[in-house]
C-alpha cells in the first residue's frame, strides 16, 4: 500500500512537524514501506499462539525480603552524632 502525497500531509500535521519537499519524498517511501511489512505480519497465522506481554519470562533478580532483627535503640543512639533523650537530633530543614 502506497500512501499518498495528501495522507504524509495529514500525517505530518497530526504530528505537528513540518517537511521539506524532499523530507515529503522520503517520508513517503518510509512510510509505505513500514505499511507493506506490517501487510506481511498480517498474513502470519497466529491463531494458535497465545497472546503475551513479554517474548521472554520476566525473572526478578533482587533477593526475596526477609526479615531479621534490627539494632536495639540503645545501640542506634550510641552512634548519634547528636541525641535528645531518646530519639535522633537533626537540623531542622524546614521554616517556622
Known sequence: MRLSREEV??????????LSEEDLERMQ???SNIL???AVLKQVDTAEVPP????????SVLRED???PSLSRDEVLMNAPQ?????????????D
Open 9 to 18: 500531509l495529514h500525517i505530518a500535521s497530526l504530528c505537528r512537524i513540518g
Open 29 to 31: 517511501d518510509q512510510l
Open 36 to 38: 507493506q511489512q506490517f
Open 52 to 59: 503475551t506481554a513479554h517474548s521472554i519470562d520476566l525473572e
Open 66 to 68: 526477609a526479615s531479621k
Open 83 to 95: 541525641r535528645e533523650d531518646q530519639y535522633l537530633r537533626v537540623k531542622a530543614i524546614l521554616g
